[in-house]
């Protein structure tokens, strides 16, 4: 049955004090800024400087008084305001552009009073550009006065901003505090300041310098690091930010540690940015929405049916129980966030709407829990809900159903029915006595028991499973269940056998929850790196035979589904790339290289090789990794014969070295292609001494030179005793000797020489005596 989008009236705004110069600010204009209180019932609209009066307005629905404020033409109004998170009474806090920061709270009696006034930027001259106040924090950019750092050129003064931070906490009844101003940022562009419940985003403007306006950063609060990401370029980097142990950054000095964050690149065309509990969403001119999550990747959500028109036309975000919504002016679409698909598309009455962030879990009050998950959107004309409509009697399952479910799965697959297998007939036709036995078991009819107790723990697990997808059902969209949900199925899934249903189970959820998806992988094969670069596992050879399961000629799995190794191996090059050869490598070890669904199959090099892409298209750098850490003759010289290509000859002779005696035909052939090298040009001579030791020590001096002489390029004309202007440089005696000291010196025999040349090389240095002269 298809879902149908509801939006519904929560209120006139009749109920909410101040209700007409609510409905009139609303409705007159589009720029106000809208904010709502932790709990829902505080509602501000912030009008731009300049505004005609009043500029700010608090509404309160229920017992409370309003506060409106305006300040005189040709005075500075606020640049911001926000609510602060304080459970024992409302609080909201104002900036000015100047640095000035009022905190007002609401009281014990009806009107709102200030608590606190003080200045952000003590110093004078500077100017307050953005604000935000995520997490009981006040964090705001700023811009320097050029002459307090020199006098700086054009591009040094793009970066004279800063961004800082203070803590804000409240104190006593009638008070605050206010921590010591810490530096986050030194030398930055301006940045606009967007927080969510969990993160901070600092996000280009319009005003910043084009060489950085494609770079954006996310400070995860209770993580204590940053993402430097270009989602553009595909690229982002953590690094760790902790104000308490006071750490501190220069932005230029960060951006030229972190490599290919600086490529020349268009900036960011971001017609409207919103924060949500899943990352950053941002629309650009072409009327697609992309998310930049936690971590620092990208990904497209859906494209909306029209485009933004300019700069101009408003546009509203969010997002509830997976899905997108977008206000674009009068239209209001629904996507699907895991397909981008279009579920259904609103004409509104209104072009001026807002959309308000849902209240924080725990302090909505009664008339709010029904909406819970939910977005709301506001307009002169009301409060709205839009959700999708859920259906009626949402119950869990008893244990007793929940053995009745898991029975009719096993025996509907052992047995030939062809009619569908319902609990009501196990139940109560008896055509099977162990779920009749189970559940007197469950019910505790009979002793405790061994079988009595692992029972118990099992269902006990899978029972909390299907409590947490109906909260999710219901409506709790927090990515901490979401992410639970992830990490308890895939450790079910990795613990049965990975075919039909299981394995495109498996597949659903790693597309949908990469990150959690990889950290249950984790716990379940102990997956563990070392100090060099390499991975080692503790789970048991069982697990590994699971997950190494591939598939055989004339069993392929239905299209889209990969197999449980091809899973890992794109899910672990989506997230770390770096770690996929080492992946590789161990997988090898637990199960050999040519390990497949009972019999020999690919190589897991060529399996891991094909999530990458087809030939051509593969990144090269963990190509080669992935051929140099097989093992297998044919990869490496494959992969040295790329790096060869490359003149990579360093590299390639330690390929060689790292062979050692375990493959001595491989080692020897790898020397025959890097000698060919030698002999046709002179860009292997800075290496020669690592072209000698990897020599096979049986290799006489006397086969070198007739393989150097079947290397060695053609001759044109006479030879010449120099070579022309701008030629290669031929193969000198002196080098050749040196190779060959080398060389010999590795396979010197004990006894008779067998070659003409080879006591040259043992020269002792010490010519004999001469014989005496006949006078």
């Known amino acids: 049955m298809k879902r149908a989008g509801t939006l519904r009236l929560l209120s006139d705004l009749s109920n909410l004090s101040g209700a007409a110069r609510l409905r009139e600010l609303l409705a007159g204009d589009p720029a106000v800024r809208v904010r709502c209180s932790a709990d829902g019932r505080h509602l501000l609209l912030l009008r731009p400087p300049g505004a005609p009066a009043p500029q700010l307005l608090v509404s309160v629905r229920g017992p409370g008084a309003e506060l409106e404020r305006s300040w005189p033409s040709g005075q500075p109004s606020p640049l911001d305001a926000f609510f602060l998170p304080w459970p024992a009474r409302p609080a909201l806090v104002l900036v000015w552009e100047s640095g000035l920061a009022e905190v007002w709270g609401a009281g014990v009696g009806p009107s709102w009073r200030l608590l606190q006034s003080t200045e952000l930027c003590p110093g004078g001259g500077a100017r307050v550009v953005a604000v935000a106040a995520p997490r009981g924090r006040l964090v705001w950019c700023e811009e320097r006065q050029v002459g307090t750092e020199g006098r700086l050129g054009p591009p040094a003064a793009a970066f004279s901003h800063c961004v ?22 030194h030398h930055c562009p301006p940045f606009g300041l967007l927080a969510s419940r969990k993160d901070l985003f600092l996000v280009p403007t319009a005003t910043t310098w084009p060489g950085v306006a494609h770079i954006l950063l996310i400070w995860s609060l209770g993580k204590g690091k940053v993402m430097v990401a270009a989602p553009g370029l595909g690229l982002s980097y953590s690094k760790s930010l902790n104000p308490g142990r006071g750490d501190t950054w220069d932005f230029r000095t960060l951006l030229r540690s972190l490599p290919g964050l ?93 959309m308000l962030e849902p209240p924080t879990p725990g302090m909505e009050d009664e008339e709010e829990l029904e909406t819970r998950g939910g977005l709301r959107l506001l307009s002169a004309v009301g409060l709205f809900c839009v959700g999708w409509e859920a259906p009626q009697g949402v119950e869990l399952p008893s244990a007793k159903d929940l053995v009745f479910e898991e029975a009719c799965g096993y025996y509907q697959r052992r047995s030939l029915r062809g009619a569908k297998l319902t609990p009501e007939e196990l139940r109560h036709n008896s055509t099977f006595r162990a779920p009749q036995a189970l559940a007197s078991i469950l019910q505790g009819h009979l002793p405790p028991s061994t079988l009595l107790t692992t029972l118990r723990v099992e269902l006990r697990d899978y029972r909390g499973l299907e409590q947490l997808k109906a909260q999710l059902v219901a409506g709790d969209d927090e990515e901490a269940g979401w992410t639970e949900l992830a990490e308890q199925e895939v450790g079910r899934l990795l613990r049965t056998e990975l075919v039909g249903d299981h394995l495109a189970q498996l597949n659903t959820v790693f597309q949908a929850l990469p990150t959690a998806a990889w950290a249950a992988t984790l716990r379940t094969l102990q997956l563990q790196p070392d100090g060099n670069g390499k991975l080692r596992s503790q789970a048991p050879p069982d697990m590994w035979k699971k997950v190494l399961w591939g598939t055989t000629a004339g069993n392929e799995p239905p299209n889209g589904i990969l197999p449980p190794f091809e899973l890992l191996c794109q899910c672990l090059y989506q997230l770390e790339p770096r770690w996929l050869p080492p992946f590789v490598e161990l997988a090898q070890q637990q199960g050999g290289p040519g390990w497949g669904a009972g019999s020999p199959g690919l190589p897991l090099y060529r399996r891991a090789l094909a999530v990458l892409g087809e030939e051509g298209a593969r990144p090269e750098a963990l190509e080669l990794e992935l051929l ?97 202007p701008g030629a290669e440089a031929p193969l000198t005696v002196g080098l050749l000797r040196t190779l060959l000291e080398q060389t010999g010196a590795q396979g010197q025999p004990s006894g008779p020489v067998l070659s003409l040349y080879e006591d040259i090389l043992w020269d002792p240095g010490t010519p004999p005596p001469a014989p005496p002269r006949d006078l």
């Open 628 to 724: 140099l850490g097989s093992g297998r003759p044919n990869a490496v010289l494959q992969a040295v014969g790329q790096l060869v290509q490359k003149e990579q000859w360093e590299r390639a002779l330690d390929a060689g070295l790292a062979l050692g005696p375990s493959s001595p035909l491989l080692r020897s052939e790898i020397f025959k292609l890097l000698l060919a090298e030698f002999a046709q040009h002179r860009r292997l001579d800075a290496h020669l001494p690592l072209l000698g030791v990897l020599c096979p020590p049986e290799l006489a001096p006397a086969e070198i030179l007739l393989l150097l002489r079947t290397y060695l390029p053609d001759e044109v004309g006479p030879p010449t005793p120099f070579p022309k």
């Open 262 to 354: 600086l490529s020349p690149r268009e900036p960011l065309a971001v017609h409207t940015w919103a924060p949500t509990p899943q990352g950053l969403l941002l629309l650009d001119f072409k009327g697609t929405v992309h998310l930049v999550q936690s971590h620092g990747g990208t990904r497209t959500v859906g494209t909306l049916q029209e485009a933004p028109v300019g700069l101009q036309g408003s546009a509203a975000l969010g997002t509830f129980h997976g899905t997108l919504a977008c206000v674009l002016g009068s239209t209001l679409e629904l996507l699907d966030m895991a397909s981008g698909q279009l579920l259904e598309r609103k004409v509104l009455s209104t072009d001026r709407v807002h």
């Open 164 to 185: 800082c931070l203070r803590t804000l906490e409240p104190s006593g009844e009638a008070s605050t505090n206010l921590g010591r101003t810490h530096v986050l940022l």
